[in-house]
Structures are given as C-alpha cells and as structure tokens.
C-alpha cells in the first residue's frame, strides 16, 4: 500500500505562482511514476505531468512553459510549481503514484486562480 499526502493548494490571482508537494510513504518501489492530476469544475480528470524516478518528464500542452514537474528522491516527495497561473487553471489537484499495474492517489488539494 502506498500512501500520498498533499499540500500547497490555495487562493492565487491570475498571473501569481502556487507550488504543490505530495509525500509517497509506505510500500515504495523503485522505477516507479509520480505525477499531478487535475479536475476542473464540470471537467473530467485530466494529467497535467509525470515525473519518474530516473528524471524523466512529461506534461499537457495547456501546462507545458507555465509549470515545472521535480522530484525529491530522497524524501520520497514530488513537487508542482505553478507559473503564470490562469483562471483555467482551479481545479482539485491530485498528486499520483504508479508502479507497473497498480496506482495510488492521494486525496487532492484545491487550487483556485481568481479571474
């Protein structure tokens, strides 16, 4: 079982920056996946970018100049800093885990950017 806990979500205007950690703890592997995920009001669930264990990464073209995907290792923690914020942008955030089959979410933390 894994574990994610997430933190940094708020109240931004446009234009500002916010940035979100999430903490992975428990059955940990690695070459493992972590990445951010956000739902829009009205809106499915949509990736916003990944990051693996070994330094690669990937983001949604709406994301891509703007946000900037890292990761810590050694404290088992990924990190989303949010640039240039959009009111398009508020949404849930949800921070992601995944290793071969199986996928863990953490419970989400809301970011809204005033318009």
């Known amino acids: 079982q894994v574990r994610l806990v997430e933190s940094g979500g708020g109240l931004v205007q446009t234009g500002g920056s916010l940035r979100l950690s999430c903490a992975a703890s428990g059955r940990l592997s690695s070459g493992n996946l972590m990445g951010w995920y956000r739902q829009g009001p009205g809106m499915k669930r949509e990736l916003v970018g990944i990051?693996?264990?070994?330094?690669?990464?990937n983001y949604a073209d709406s994301v891509k100049g703007r946000f900037i995907i890292s990761r810590d290792n050694a404290k088992n923690t990924v990190y989303l800093q949010m640039n240039s914020l959009k009111a398009e942008d508020t949404g849930v955030y949800y921070c992601n885990y995944a290793y071969g089959s199986s996928t863990f979410w953490g419970q989400g933390t809301q970011v809204t950017v005033s318009s």
């Open positions: 990051v693996a264990d070994g330094g690669y990464t």
